[in-house]
């Protein structure tokens, strides 16, 4: 009797121990996802901008103009506005 009861012991330490291996592990693919989440990046007070004809994400000057109607998506809302003028570059007095 004494035997199962320590066998009842070891077999409960190794199941406690393995589910905190796989707590551990799940936290750690969580904060992992959580760095590549675009939604994430929002939070922080960036924003996604697309074209709102095409909804294509903009990520240069040259794809878009003067005129053009563009979607901001930010942590929380949506903004839709039109361009109204294109910097090609970025100055200090910008």
């Not at 796989?22 to 922080?44: F, G, M």
């Amino acid at each position: 009797m004494r035997r199962l009861i320590e066998l009842h012991q070891r077999l409960n330490n190794v199941g406690t121990k393995s589910i905190g291996n796989l707590k551990n592990k799940l936290n750690l693919i969580e904060r992992a996802l959580q760095s590549v989440n675009p939604l994430a990046t929002l939070q922080r007070g960036y924003a996604i901008v697309s074209d709102s004809a095409t909804g294509n994400i903009l990520t240069n000057t040259s794809m878009t103009s003067p005129g053009s109607k563009i979607t901001a998506r930010l942590a929380h809302g949506v903004l839709i506005a039109t361009v109204d003028k294109v910097k090609k570059e970025i100055t200090s007095n910008d």
